[in-house]
């Protein structure tokens, strides 16, 4: 149980968050005319292109 509450739940948390996320960035967008592409992967998993 430990196991889970400490290891899973957390990347359960991020992934989730991620969808949330992706959901209102496409809605955003639509909102704005602009037909967004379906990401493969995570944000978070990319190198940013811009370093701030």
């Known amino acids: ?4 509450i400490g ?3 957390p990347w359960i948390l991020v992934i989730v968050l991620d ?3 992706e959901a209102r ?3 955003e967008l639509e909102s704005l ?3 967004p592409q379906p ?6 998993l990319m ?4 370093p701030y």
Do not use: E
């Not at 149980?1 to 889970?4: H, I, K």
């Not at 990401?39 to 978070?44: E, G, T």
């Open 25 to 27: 960035r496409v809605s």
């Open 33 to 35: 005319g602009v037909t």
């Open 19 to 21: 969808r949330l996320s």
């Open 47 to 50: 190198k940013p292109d811009r």
């Open 39 to 44: 990401a493969n992967h995570s944000a978070y």
């Open 1 to 4: 149980m430990a196991f889970f």
């Open 7 to 9: 290891i899973a739940c």
